[in-house]
């Protein structure tokens, strides 16, 4: 027997071949009869067949080359049952010299196979599962040999596509199942960033297509492999030098054994063979993966099965790294994005006007792609487990970030009802629109400033439409968090001078960088951080960078020239820094002055209150700040001692809590006594009922996403304010558990459009 025909370029040739053969036209159940053939006259076998996987876990034969030809479509075997069930039980391949001594031997007559002594057998596999299994079988006993198994595992995942790909099979049976079978589903998740879509999968994680699996260079690709597996590594320890993990979620242990896995010679040498046996570097990747996958599902040891699920990971951004990064940023139309986490900078890489909505494993409400979502008004659902597994590609999604849950493929009358509350939501809107001009004033005639929170050019054109008095936050860091380096001060000149041009004569605050915690520069490297939440941060980096700080400063000045100049400071914690901070704006002012340069027309400065520490420092703070602009993110984040980035902790502490309320309370009457004007521009602002209490508390400028100012408006111009104050104020004082079910009767009862 000719044992040593599958020489890795004949498996390549073999491999070439079925690539052409898989592009013809024809049904696919020709084409697999076509490839059967092709793959028995190449690995000099008289027998070759494909088994594909059907509903109720059997193994019904598609294509044969060798066996009777009247027994395609009738010889079903189920999983366990014969040689054939048992590669698919414990998706491992069998080479067997003597099949017919094995003691699952298994006798079909109608197949004719009783003269066939020898059977090499491998499961087909997609995304580790058995879809199918392929066989070859010889009449004399033969020895195969590793290189023989290896080269039709190969084989093997390129039918892998052609069995998914919806042509032999319905594309609904080679699609996960489980435990959600294929029937519509509900998954629930945290809204991160209310809204309403309906739209298609894409799943944010690399998955080449079957043009990127046969290689043409083996050379080629063995050179690109070798360049990605660097660049993961350095990536690696880049990674691990930063520190900043543990906010991202990947705690060090896992990046470890990351590291380790990249520099494995076993993992390696897989990988390497594989090209050989003729894929792409990505191919390859694709085919050890598999392979860990479909050995995952056997293994029952959680340390092991903890190893292999991180060497899945581990592939996914090797593949990550092969394609560039590039993972699907060109989307399709309303895409409904499924990721496990996003950081804002990599929501902001796609296309806004395709995405529809975006699904999470992980994320939080005030995390800071939330943020970005709201400021994109993109609905976000979080926290959806195991959504990367349950949900594939191109499934039709609805998701519905109002009330935390997704349907996938939904039933029409579902459909149905998500789109009736769609154009319900648009009629509200349009009611928005129409409200836009009508002033913002309650209905006991307290006239309310609302503006906008805006980090983005794009989010400045929501000013005009959406009735803003002006710009309330302008989170400076986010242009720098989209960059790759940098931006000297010329360039954040010209980024400034573009936001007051689109701001026209409406006011805008500009609050200077605020990065640390979980907004990071990529250009940045940071230190190893035990908490960065409370680390080097916002405007403690400002003052000890003072050269990077005055840099900020001094383009806002140029950029203001002539029109009013409002900057605030993040996350102040004593009155001296607010100082010192000041201190460097008086530096940057003699500056331009000397170098006569236009001043601008106005100068406010402004503490941002984040932190509690302040509040006992107030008649200090309040004889320097000419405003205060209430975070309330931050500052809930560390009153509460709750990290806002935690999806455990997320709603456990309520903003409508006494403590919350009291504290705000305060500060407002202590603002009220030194003159001086307080703004709220967290998230609270922008929840209409939040938004109501902290009218209750007499707070009066609210900033918020853009979103957000059509329903604030339409609730305070149905509110009286004055009766929520004495409301308000007697609740207060009795002070138990949280006022939010208060609040929400109180609206009831007084008709208050929430
Ligand atoms: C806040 O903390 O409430 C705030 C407005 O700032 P950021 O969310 O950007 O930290
Ligand atoms: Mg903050």
Redesign the pocket.
């Known amino acids: 027997m000719s044992g040593g025909g599958v020489a890795t370029t004949g498996a390549r040739l073999l491999l070439r071949r079925l690539r052409s053969l898989m592009a013809e036209g024809g049904s696919a159940e020709k084409r697999l009869q076509q490839i059967v053939r092709a793959i028995a006259a190449d690995m000099v076998a008289e027998v070759c067949s494909a088994y594909v996987m059907r509903p109720g876990e059997v193994l019904e034969l598609f294509a044969t080359e060798g066996l009777k030809a009247e027994s395609v479509h009738r010889t079903r075997l189920r999983v366990g049952e014969g040689l054939v069930g048992d590669i698919a039980s414990h998706a491992r391949p069998l080479a067997l010299a003597d099949a017919q001594a094995h003691p699952n031997f298994a006798y079909r007559p109608e197949t004719g196979e009783e003269i066939y002594k020898s059977l090499m057998g491998v499961p087909i596999l997609r995304g580790g599962r058995v879809i199918g299994v392929l066989v070859v079988q010889n009449r004399m006993p033969r020895n195969y040999n590793e290189e023989e198994v290896e080269a039709l595992e190969t084989i093997a995942m390129v039918l892998a596509e052609l069995v998914a790909s919806g042509d032999l099979v319905p594309r609904s049976e080679t699609r996960p199942t489980e435990g959600i079978g294929l029937l519509p589903t509900r998954l629930e998740g945290l809204a991160l960033c209310p809204g309403l879509a309906i739209g298609r999968a894409v799943l944010h994680k690399p998955r080449p297509t079957l043009a990127d699996i046969v290689a043409e260079n083996p050379a080629s690709e063995r050179e690109r492999l070798h360049v990605a597996l660097a660049g993961l590594s350095r990536s690696l320890d880049d990674l691990l030098a930063r520190d900043d993990f543990a906010s991202g979620g990947e705690p060090r242990d896992i990046l470890e054994a990351y590291r380790m896995f990249a520099q494995d010679r076993g993992w390696r040498e897989r990988l390497n063979e594989a090209i050989a046996g003729g894929l792409t570097a990505e191919g390859a990747v694709l085919k050890v993966q598999n392979d860990a996958k479909a050995r995952m599902a056997q293994v029952v040891d959680p340390y092991l099965r903890e190893r292999l699920a991180d060497l899945d990971h581990m592939a996914d951004r090797l593949l990550r790294h092969l394609t560039g990064g590039a993972v699907a940023t060109a989307l399709p139309e309303k895409t409904v994005l499924i990721a496990r986490n996003l950081g804002p900078a990599e929501l902001l890489e796609f296309e806004r006007k395709r995405l529809r909505a975006v699904v999470l494993e992980e994320g939080s409400a005030?995390s800071?792609v939330a943020?970005v979502a709201r400021a994109l008004d993109l609905p976000v659902l979080g926290r959806v487990d195991g959504a990367l597994t349950r949900i594939e590609a191109g499934d039709r999604l609805i998701v519905d970030a109002d009330n935390g849950q997704l349907f996938v493929r939904p039933s029409d009358d579902i459909e149905d009802k998500v789109q009736e509350s769609m154009a319900l939501k648009a009629r509200r809107r349009a009611t928005f629109a129409d409200e836009r001009t009508l002033p913002s004033v309650s209905r006991d005639g307290v006239s309310i400033s609302l503006s906008i929170?805006a980090g983005l050019l794009i989010d400045m054109q929501h000013l005009e439409p959406s009735g803003a008095e002006g710009v309330g936050?302008y989170?400076t860091?986010i242009a720098f968090m989209v960059r790759d380096s940098f931006p000297d001060v010329g360039q954040q000149t010209e980024f400034y001078r573009r936001v007051y041009d689109q701001a026209g004569d409406r006011p805008v605050v500009f609050?200077t960088l605020?990065v640390g915690?979980d907004?990071v520069l990529p250009y940045w490297p940071r230190e190893g951080e035990e908490n960065p939440a409370l680390g080097w941060r916002a405007l403690r980096i400002g003052l000890d960078l003072p050269n990077l700080m005055r840099q900020q400063l001094r383009a806002l000045i140029a950029a203001a020239a002539n029109r009013p100049l409002r900057i605030m400071f993040?996350m102040i914690a004593t009155a001296d820094e607010f100082g010192a901070a000041r201190g460097l704006v008086d530096l940057e002012l003699s500056r331009a002055r000397q170098r006569r340069q236009h001043l601008p027309a106005k100068l406010e400065l402004g503490a941002?209150l984040?932190v509690p520490s302040l509040l006992w420092q107030l008649p200090e703070l309040l004889g320097q700040a000419d405003f205060i602009?209430?975070?309330?993110?931050?500052?809930a984040?560390f009153l509460f001692a709750s990290d806002?980035g935690n999806p455990r902790l997320a709603g456990r502490y309520d903003s409508l809590s006494p403590a919350m309320l009291r504290l705000i309370a305060q500060l407002v009457a202590r603002c009220a006594e030194a003159g001086r004007p307080i703004s709220v521009?967290?998230?609270m602002a922008g929840r209409p009922l939040e938004a109501m209490a902290l009218l209750g508390l007499g707070l009066y400028r609210l900033s918020m996403a853009p979103s957000a100012i059509g329903p604030v408006k339409t609730m305070l111009r149905s509110l009286n304010i004055g009766q929520l104050q004495s409301y308000l104020s007697q609740r207060i004082a009795q002070g138990h558990g949280g006022l939010r079910r208060d609040l929400l009767a109180f609206a009831k009862d007084h008709d208050v459009v929430l």
């Open positions: 005030s800071h943020i929170n936050l989170r860091e609050r605020d915690g907004k993040p941002m984040e602009s209430v975070g309330s993110n931050d500052l984040q806002r521009c967290g998230e």
